[in-house]
């Protein structure tokens, strides 16, 4: 593998060279709003920042929107198996679980009402702006969530007529297809629609592996590993994980005044992946394909489908008022339909049918935010508001007579809902004590309440049950400095407190896994966790074109939701001990004359459990899930007609067990460290059309996460804009 990255690297610093006396292309200065909540020059705003722009998403092959940030330093982007996991998610800093980072859609909370994940598949990249990527506490304007940091992605709104028409085919008979209207009316009114729609065939990501070697006279199974390293026997796989999903998205806006504006939006997500028929690699003597042996049922051969309707509604006015800009900003989410299939163990289930069981989890979440932008005495910007959030969640189990058909749906088996709310007041005062000198002074006050919970285990002693309402209220100061010495320095420095609320899926939901029979079990009295967190950091401009930047953080988190284990086949979650996470972030890139940008940048993570009474064993282990070191590299050149970008990824090595006994790599179920490299070329062949090419994982590189990983896949595109 070394022999790879040597290779990677020439093939980068040759383009370098050859492009460097080319004309220096501009640099522009990115206006955000995420990190204040007030459009600032992304130079002067006192958080590290990154943005991806609707640019820097064409030079890639972006499939879903999470893949658009996973190059930036800081972002650790989870997808195991392509556009086909359900389970992706975004964390930033070492900061584990997507419910600890938020995401939002301009300003509108994607986080779920049930779990706090984001189901990233379906949203069309056609669609977006930018992205912003904000690093660092942010529960003093954004509240709970945001613990790790914000992401931020802002939808298009063009300001004059453009016809967008996009297609792509491409391995595993991979195709989409998009189309975009944006268009402006009399300098009044703005309207912005897309419908885009993506399939694949997928490929070969679940295996079927026993703890059971096959009996006597039976062959074609492989001797493997468990991720601990204990011995296992590959039989067979699940057969292809196939996806499709489908998005319309409308905006409107309208001017009535130079300065009152009103904003409507509406998206519709559909998302849906299956599984094929399954391939068992057994034979008997009589060369007879083989699904039950011993202990082994046929079921184990078989995966359940799933599927999502995701609708969010928003409303948005802004005006101002005697030099006060105002803002408030209603929004309706719901997960009309969250669903999946599994196979019944109990009852076996075979390849032609049989009993399962469907779980279905509707969702909705409304927000309301009111916000006040007011300058004062020419040194002081206050911005001050209050918000409102409800969530609320019912998940029902059913038995299935059919395990492939989830609308055959026979007794309710199990039942768990509840709602929660939240109010919030917060104030900002961003004061320049300078004119190189700014300091922002901020916290947020929210109230939180969880209520209604229930649960219905079907046939089981002490249910139903109805839990008593629990509520928390949580502080969160920030400070924060930004100071420019000399004109190519810019110097930060932010510190504060953030928290999460737990969420009713920790509260209420308790499961039994299928293939396990364990049990994990809600806790309705968890308290919400905190986290106390610091960093400093510089950005130097070098010689025109040049940038380094660099940052170090710490991160303490306190009373940490862990999962406990209380006997062999039941865990329940608790409140518990310490994590902290202390790390570096590196960047540098320069832009040649040419229009060719060479970039780099490192994130070292050490996040570690510092105290765990409930089991002390894990203290000094790494936090399941998150990535010591990470590193991307790249370049990307423009010139003319013809747009080339290439870029390297490496993650390091992630646990997904507490005590990190989960070292073995290259088996199913491990996380694997891993360098991928991917390139995508594009080319106008005439003003309005652009043809592509690209391909993800050149070397094929083999690895997994949890999931077998893709190998190397290509896809050819034709892109026309009007």
């Not at 969530?145 to 491409?170: D, F, Q």
């Not at 079927?208 to 006279?217: C, E, F, I």
């Not at 790390?583 to 970039?599: I, M, P, T, Y």
């Amino acid at each position: 593998m070394i022999g790879k990255y040597i290779l990677f690297v020439a093939i980068l610093f040759f383009a370098a060279g050859a492009m460097a006396e080319e004309r220096m292309a501009t640099m522009l200065n990115e206006i955000v709003v995420t990190a204040t909540r007030t459009e600032r020059e992304a130079a002067s705003v006192p958080a590290s920042i990154s943005v991806v722009t609707n640019q820097d998403i064409e030079k890639s092959n972006v499939e879903t929107i999470d893949q658009a940030v996973n190059a930036l330093p800081g972002v650790f982007d989870r997808r195991g198996k392509s556009s086909m996991d359900t389970s992706a998610s975004i964390t930033l800093r070492g900061i584990p679980g997507q419910q600890r980072t938020l995401i939002m859609m301009d300003g509108i909370a994607l986080n779920r009402a049930y779990d706090g994940t984001v189901s990233f598949g379906g949203f069309a990249p056609g669609d977006v702006e930018r992205i912003e990527v904000v690093r660092g506490p942010f529960s003093s304007l954004y509240g709970g969530y945001a613990m790790g940091g914000v992401v931020n992605i802002l939808i298009k709104m063009p300001g004059k007529r453009e016809i967008v028409l996009k297609g792509s085919y491409g391995t595993d008979n991979t195709w989409s297809a998009y189309t975009s209207y944006g268009d402006m009316f009399r300098n009044k009114m703005s309207m912005f629609i897309s419908y885009g729609y993506r399939s694949t065939d997928g490929y070969r990501t679940d295996y079927n592996v026993q703890s059971a070697k096959p009996t006597a006279g039976i062959t074609g199974w492989s001797y493997t590993q468990s991720n601990t390293g204990a011995a296992r026997y590959l039989i067979g796989d699940k057969g292809r994980n196939g996806s499709s999903e489908g998005n319309i998205t409308a905006k409107m806006a309208y001017n009535f005044t130079k300065t009152s504006r009103l904003k409507l939006s509406f998206m519709r997500v559909e998302n849906e992946y299956s599984y094929n028929d399954p391939d068992t690699y057994l034979i008997n003597a009589a060369k007879v394909p083989v699904y039950t042996y011993g202990t082994v049922r046929e079921s184990t051969f078989l995966a359940g489908n799933g599927g999502k309707v995701q609708n969010i509604y928003s409303a948005v006015y802004e005006t101002e008022i005697s030099n006060v800009k105002a803002k408030i900003s209603l929004s309706r989410s719901e997960h009309e339909k969250n669903w999946y299939t599994s196979p019944g163990t109990t009852a076996p289930a075979t390849r032609s049918g049989g009993p399962g069981t469907v779980s279905s989890t509707p969702s909705r979440t409304y927000d309301a935010d009111l916000q006040f932008i007011m300058p004062l005495w020419n040194r002081h910007v206050f911005t001050y508001g209050g918000s409102y959030r409800y969530n609320w969640a019912d998940t029902e189990e059913n038995d299935l007579t059919c395990w492939r058909d989830e609308d055959s749906k026979a007794n309710l088996t199990y039942q768990a809902r509840g709602r929660d709310r939240t109010y919030a007041l917060f104030l900002q005062d961003e004061i320049a004590l300078r004119d190189n000198l700014t300091l922002y002074l901020g916290f947020r006050q929210d109230w939180w309440r969880a209520f209604d919970g229930y649960a219905n285990d079907a046939g089981k002693a002490g249910y139903p049950q109805r839990y008593r309402s629990t509520d928390a209220s949580s502080f969160s100061p920030k400070v924060a400095a930004v100071y420019s010495p000399f004109n190519r320095t810019i110097l930060r420095f932010s510190a504060g407190e953030s928290f999460r609320a737990p969420t009713l899926y920790d509260l209420y939901r308790t499961w039994t896994s299928s293939i396990t029979g364990n049990t994990y079990a809600g806790n309705p009295d968890l308290k919400p966790e905190t986290i106390r967190s610091w960093d400093i950091g510089a950005e130097q401009h070098l010689w025109k074109g040049g940038l380094i930047k660099a940052t170090y953080f710490e991160n303490y988190i306190d009373d940490l939701i862990y999962s406990r284990t209380v006997t062999a086949t039941l865990q329940d979650k608790i409140n518990v001990g310490r994590a902290e996470v202390k790390g570096v972030e590196l960047e540098a890139e320069h832009l040649f004359e040419s229009g060719l940008k060479v970039f780099a940048n490192y994130t070292y993570n050490n996040s570690k459990v510092v105290n765990n009474s409930s089991k002390p064993e894990t203290e000094g282990k790494q936090l399941a899930l998150t990535a010591k070191e990470m590193f991307n590299m790249g370049a990307d050149f423009a010139r003319g007609p013809f747009a080339a970008k290439i870029i390297g990824r490496y993650v390091g090595k992630r646990y997904n067990n507490d005590l990190n006994n989960d070292r073995k790599n290259g088996v199913y179920t491990s996380y694997d460290p891993y360098f991928i490299t991917d390139v995508k070329i594009s080319y106008n062949i005439v003003t309005c059309a652009t043809i592509s090419l690209s391909v993800d994982n050149i070397f094929d590189r083999d690895y997994f996460s949890y999931y077998k990983s893709p190998d190397r896949k290509w896809y050819g595109g034709l892109t026309l804009k009007f």
